[in-house]
């Protein structure tokens, strides 16, 4: 065994299967970098089979991303792993990650094999792997609900066959950190070679445990822990990679071991993945929400005036947080901006900071303090905008106490210009009503958030919108100090996102009072 965990990060593969957290290829790039900088070890970067985007997503980041090894996710089927090869070959360090279940429930529900099929099977794609690169992980999906007899089995003919990672996750968020722990320290003695292959552990939190189950599979001997951005992911979640990381900085005493993670980076990772897959992040969440160093009590503020290690484990800074505010409005230069995006570990090529740049100026014509949210949220914006079919031109609503709210939009669609009116029961539903007349498919309406990027009455208000289009579920952001512009945004960014999107056959002129 060794003194370093190594942090496998899964954000862009099991982060993005959350219901409409999809990413497109570049903004893949973008937290893929992100995570480089962040210091993990690993970053899977997709499953290539799944689909096209997926496997140029993973190709991309394996030829552009230095540092972190690159997996690729594989059934264990010869289709999958040589698609997964092709996509991690221009990696400096590659690696095939293959998985097959290993419980009674998924082998005859799900799988419908024996479990004699199920071995061979895991063996071959080892084999079949160990063809392409020398760095293979085995999963057995399930584990946390397979018989012990055989997941030893398993594990010993994968070891043999070659890989040098077990992954034994805890699939479906069951297992509890005694069971967990108790099931890694039993493998590693029982299993004869277990000594050929480091152990990894990738828990889900559907009973809000999968820190604690990681944690406690690393006291039992596991050195690699699978997580997640702000611990996105399937249902609940992943174990969240902040948490792992800043427990076992915070407690060494407990933890005799070290991650390559930078802490400072954690925040400006976490605000990054939360902007670009518009999955906000609670106030009370751990290291990285809005409150996790906030002292109202006054038995605490008093405490902290004295001495902030009372009410404070670890810093601020440590992790990240900052008071800086961007001191910049609109006579400040580009290279100032620059300066500051640099800062925020953002690196901006010429365009792309002429466009934000311009963004910046009309914002700081509007605001009197920049902070950091704001210049984040304007990338991002950016981003959603840069080629899009849809695009805003004009939006005027009305609206008071006594009337009706109506709204008229410009709309550019595929090159050409539509104009709709809209009644609604608001000013943001009268809005979309008018953008929704123009458009098909329009998407269901899944979920309209709502968040304030900073504090005052001139903050740019956040939103998120989440449509549905048959089995296709797609986020989309908009950002501005007008919540009924910014919601607008965010709902044509969405649209923007739904496949086989189009222009209504209507008149040019529609009203849909």
Known sequence: MTDKLYIFDTTLRDGEQSPGCSMNIDEKVRVAHQLAILGVDIIEAGFPIASPGDFEAVQRIASEVHGP????????????IERAAQAVKPAERARIHTFIATS??????????????????AVNAVKLARNFVDDVEFSAEDAGRSDMDFLCRVTEATIAAGARVINIPDTVGYMTPQEFGERIRTLIERV?????????????????????????????????????????????GNASLEEIAMVIQT??????????IDSTKIVSSSRLVSQITGMSVQANKAIVGANAFAHESGIHQDGMLKHKKTYEIMTPESVGWSTNRMVLGKHSGRAALKARYEELDTKLDDETLKQVFKRFKILADKKKEIFDEDLLSLIVDDNNQSSDNIRLLSLHVAS???????????????????????????PVDAAFKAIRSLIEPAGKLLLYSVNAITSGTDAQGEVTVRLQEGNRVVNGQGSDTDIVLASAYAYIAALNKLPDMHAKEIHAQYSGI
Do not use: W
């Open 251 to 260: 407690r060494p005493d407990r933890y005799n071991i070290q991650t390559n």
């Open 104 to 121: 009674p429930i998924h082998m005859q529900a799900k799988l419908r094999m024996q479990p004699d099929q199920v071995l061979e099977m």
């Open 400 to 426: 008071g106490t006594k009337d009706v709210p109506i709204a008229a939009v410009d709309l550019e669609i595929n090159g050409k210009t539509h104009h709709a009116t809209a009644r609604g029961d608001g």
């Open 69 to 80: 090894i690159i997996a690729g996710l594989a059934r264990a089927s010869k289709g999958d």
């Open 192 to 236: 004869p070679n277990s000594d050929q292959a480091i152990f990894s552990v990738h828990c889900h939190n559907d009973l809000g445990l999968a820190v604690a189950n990681s944690l406690a599979a690393v006291e039992n001997g596991a050195r690699q822990v699978e997580c997640t951005i702000n611990g996105l992911g399937e249902r609940a």
